[in-house]
């Protein structure tokens, strides 16, 4: 099993990035999947989540209005446009699977938000 993050790095605020996540090794279609980040000395905070089918979708209140959530079935990716990016969004970006007690996490992405 395998989820590769990719797409962060350094953006001035107010800029955009935008993140994937390569699934292998697992039915991805079967898997809701979720971006969750760290930032530096706080916990994890689970940013924004899609269903199965990619019809239902979550987001924080945080995030609410500025990133979305989608994925492709077929290319086994999931991705995270970020716009009006606030450095209150650096933090380390990690891609969740989820699926009944199965749970499986990339290594993470960074992103740093800053002048």
């Known amino acids: 099993v395998q989820l590769v993050e990719s797409g962060g790095g350094l953006v001035q605020p107010g800029g955009s990035l935008r993140l994937s996540c390569a699934a292998s090794?697992?039915?991805?279609?079967?898997?809701?999947m979720y971006w969750v980040r760290q930032a530096p000395r706080k916990g994890l905070e689970r940013v924004s989540g899609?269903?199965?089918?990619?019809?239902?979708?979550y987001y924080a209140d945080s995030v609410k209005g500025r990133f979305t959530i989608s994925r492709d079935n077929v290319k086994n990716t999931l991705s995270l446009q970020m716009n009006s990016l606030k450095p209150e969004d650096t933090a380390m970006y990690f891609c969740?699977?989820?699926?009944?007690?199965?749970?499986?996490w990339g290594q993470g992405t960074q992103v740093t938000v800053s002048s």
């Open positions: 899609i269903n199965t089918g990619g019809t239902d979708t």
């Open positions: 969740e699977a989820q699926a009944a007690e199965t749970d499986y």
């Open positions: 090794g697992f039915t991805f279609s079967s898997y809701w």
